[in-house]
């Protein structure tokens, strides 16, 4: 599975608080990416990074925030959680060939 | 911007029986993958067509992308339990972003 892993795998938070889930990977893969999968809607992206400091927008980037000082490290932050924001939220990498391996997920939940 | 429809949503099955999703777009797609979910796993690739007509087998499952390279499908023929789970096609639209279809479910019922 590329080495990909995410932190936390569970979170339940409360509305307005602020939450940072953690991707990171361990073969210095170029691209990454966070999605947010909800029932109906499949695989929404919500931003990307095709390299250290470089990020870009998703289809459903509002109320994200990404950050990426380290190549083996994609942080996704909410700055204030919305019950809108429960989810489970998938890091992916993609390799040389196009193909996108995934994380194992984080679910979270905005009460 | 570019969508990808997904049809049917859901599928069960008995076991043994064919199952087909199907992927579809209003604009010319430069790629179709797909990927597999099993229930509370995460997505997994399967695999990538870029030609068109292109048509791919890995063992009881057949993939084809279209001629006009805006709809593809996936067939599996005679399911097994193991196949249940959620698929999923995928466009890179181009750039290094990828656009998913919303998915089928398929429930194989023993």
Known sequence: DAGITQSPRHKVTETGTPVTLRCHQTENHRYMYWYRQDPGHGLRLIHYSYGVKDTDKGEVSDGYSVSRSKTEDFLLTLESATSSQTSVYFCAIRDRGDTQYFGPGTRLTVL | ?110
């Open chain 2, 1 to 110: 911007g570019q969508q990808v429809m997904q049809i049917p949503q859901y599928q069960h099955v008995q076991e043994g029986e064919d199952f087909t999703t199907y992927c579809n777009s209003s604009t010319t797609l430069s790629n179709i993958q797909w990927y597999k979910q099993r229930p509370g796993g995460h997505p997994v690739f399967l695999i990538q067509l870029v030609k068109s007509g292109e048509v791919k087998k890995q063992k009881r499952l057949t993939f084809q992308f279209g001629e006009a390279k805006k709809n593809s499908s996936l067939h599996i023929t005679a399911t097994q339990t193991t196949d249940v789970g959620t698929y999923f096609c995928a466009n890179t639209s181009g750039t290094y972003k990828y656009i998913f279809g919303t998915g089928t479910r398929l429930k194989v019922l023993a």
